[in-house]
């Protein structure tokens, strides 16, 4: 039985992957003038909902080594869109916060796909529009739940 849900679930993520690309995704509304890679999105993402990080939460948040945070910071601070200040309860910890123009930046990005997905998605009536954004919820709260490529190793549930 398990194995059967994961072959359907194998086929239903090749076919999702490529239509989600094609009908939802607009690089152009996502990069503006500056190339950025998605975990830059994120990044911005998370500051927008917690307004301060440390970058081991951050780290966290994209799962990925902090090491491998700096140069994310690196260039969207060189863009001006973060900046680093001290924490206040701990003058050696380091946060990273959104920069007056890397808070109009998320607000214009987050208008701009808000805008394109109303025209993308206006072909969908009320109740599919519910269902839809439900089934996009289950996916997203899923999708944390599963650990990072490579880190499960199988036979051992525990590992995670």
Same mark, same amino acid.
């Given at each position: 039985m398990k194995d059967r849900l994961i072959e359907e679930l194998a086929g239903n993520l090749l076919d999702f992957f490529p239509l989600y690309?094609?009908?939802l995704v607009r690089n152009d509304l996502i990069e503006g003038d500056e190339v950025? !890679? =998605? @975990?830059?999105h994120r +990044?911005? @993402?998370a500051l927008v909902e917690e307004k301060k990080l440390a970058v081991s939460d951050i780290a966290s948040i994209l799962t990925v080594s902090p090491p491998n945070v700096t140069p994310l910071v690196r260039r969207l601070k060189d +863009?001006? +869109?973060?900046? #680093?200040i001290h924490d206040e309860s701990d003058l050696r910890r380091v946060m990273i !916060? +959104?920069?007056e123009k890397g808070c109009a930046f998320t607000e214009s990005r987050r208008k701009a796909v808000v805008a394109f997905l109303s025209s993308q998605l206006s072909c969908l009536d009320e109740p599919e529009l519910e #269902?839809? %954004? #439900? %089934?996009? $919820?289950v996916v997203r709260d899923t999708l944390a739940k599963i650990p990072k490529a490579g880190e499960y #190793? @199988? $036979?051992n =549930?525990? $590992?995670r």
């Open positions: 690309i094609k009908k950025l !890679a =998605p @975990s830059h +990044l911005l @993402s +863009l001006g +869109l973060v900046e #680093r !916060a +959104l920069t #269902r839809f %954004a #439900r %089934a996009i $919820g #190793r @199988s $036979g =549930p525990e $590992g």
